[in-house]
């Protein structure tokens, strides 16, 4: 577990814990249905949950990729949507995109603008 301190708005100061954990490498092909389904099932197994009135709850957990890869995932989850239970729609995880090559370009532009 690891604490950080920040500093508000406010100059205030507050400490967040938070806890690392290596997911290791997934084994699934991500390019096929059985594969991507496999991979986001794993990936929810890591979800924080808990139980409120008898219901489980999964916490929020992003889950970042590129676009094909969001894109498969989205797919895998709008094919579970209609289950049961949360285990079985894999409640808790929250898809988002990194455009980690638009952002390389953005960087290599503006240093060229400022040499």
């Avoid at 997911?23 to 991500?30: K, R």
């Avoid at 808990?50 to 990729?65: A, D, L, R, W």
Wanted: glycine share 6%; aromatic share 10%.
């Amino acid at each position: 577990m690891y604490a950080k301190t920040t500093t508000d708005w406010l100059g205030l100061n507050k400490s967040f814990f938070f806890h690392q954990e290596c997911l290791g490498v997934i084994f699934h092909n991500e390019n096929t249905t059985d594969g991507i389904n496999q991979a986001m099932h794993q990936i929810h197994s890591y979800v924080p949950q808990h139980s409120t009135q008898g219901k489980t709850v999964y916490n929020k957990v992003g889950v970042v990729g590129d676009q094909l890869s969001v894109e498969r995932a989205v797919n895998c989850l709008a094919s579970l949507a209609n289950g049961f239970t949360p285990d079985e729609r894999l409640d808790g995880l929250h898809l988002k995109i990194a455009d980690w090559h638009a952002e390389l370009k953005l960087l290599s532009v503006s240093s060229t603008f400022l040499n």
